[in-house]
């Protein structure tokens, strides 16, 4: 899809959302808001899960491999798993920014009255 398209497709989408009357558009943003809340909640799971399995296979914590470097003996798949450990460790931070920046909108969305369920 070339920009120009894209563009063009952002900015109509655009047009329709605000066509739509301002209630519709707040529970609209209050709905997307919860689900991609929950989405990034499960996704923050996943990230842990995985940090704790590297932790517990390894009997260490990536903040102790960093600071030490990686055994002289360390086989390839240690290196393999300190670069995904070292993925899941940047996919939990971005996931942890993203629910923090989101649980205003939701939670703003909720003091204005539109009930959506959202769990902590």
């Avoid at 301002?22 to 943003?29: D, F, G, L, V």
């Avoid at 499960?42 to 590297?54: E, G, H, I, Q, T």
Wanted: proline fraction near 2%.
């Amino acid at each position: 899809m070339t920009t120009t398209m894209h563009t063009a497709i952002v900015g109509q989408l655009e047009h329709d959302f605000l066509a739509l009357p301002e209630a519709e558009r707040q529970t609209i943003i209050s709905y997307g808001a919860a689900l991609r809340l929950a989405d990034l909640r499960k996704r923050l799971f996943l990230a842990k899960s995985k940090m704790r399995y590297f932790a517990d296979k390894y009997h260490t914590h990536l903040t102790d491999l960093d600071a030490n470097g990686l055994p002289d003996d360390a086989d390839v798949e240690l290196h393999e798993d300190y670069i995904m450990w070292h993925h899941w460790t940047a996919v939990a931070d971005q996931a942890k920014d993203d629910i923090a920046a989101l649980q205003g909108v939701v939670y703003r969305s909720l003091d204005a009255g539109d009930f959506v369920r959202v769990r902590d």
